[in-house]
Nanobody
Framework: QVQLVESGGGLVQSGGSLRLTCAAS????????MGWFRQAPGKEREFVAA????????YYADSVKGRFTISRDNSKNTVYLQMNSLKSEDTAIYYC????????????????????WGQGTQVTVSS
């Protein structure tokens, strides 16, 4: 089991930036594909971005491509989500998730495939 703790959320004006951090408590962090998902009020959870466990592959939802960047530091058991040019529609609770040896778009973009989740961090973008 992997414990995940997100931080970095907050209130920001439209066009601003935030960086989310997810710290994982597991010795084999490098074996996990790490993902970010979000859920806005009244909406279903949606995929945002993922960083594969091998090969350095990154995946993004079309809605955030070019504005968000996912990165990871295996030496610190940490994954980041740099969010630039934020829009009001980015307002949501953002969740970090982990899946062991996850690969391929169909897996990494599907929340059902992840079996480890953080508690979430609120991001609010004011227009």
């Amino acid at each position: 089991q992997v414990q995940l703790v997100e931080s970095g959320g907050g209130l920001v004006q439209s066009g601003g930036s935030l960086r989310l951090t997810c710290a994982a408590s597991v010795r084999t962090f490098s074996r996990y594909t790490m993902g970010w998902f979000r859920q806005a009020p009244g909406k279903e959870r949606e995929f945002v971005a993922a960083f594969s466990w091998s090969g350095g592959n990154t995946y993004y939802a079309d809605s955030v491509k070019g504005r968000f960047t996912i990165s990871r530091d295996n030496s610190k058991n940490t994954v980041y989500l740099q969010m630039n040019s934020l829009k009001s529609e980015d307002t949501a609770i953002y969740y970090c998730a982990a899946v062991l040896y996850g690969s391929g778009w169909s897996t990494v973009s599907n929340g059902v495939e992840y079996d480890n989740w953080g508690q979430g961090t609120q991001v609010t973008v004011s227009s």
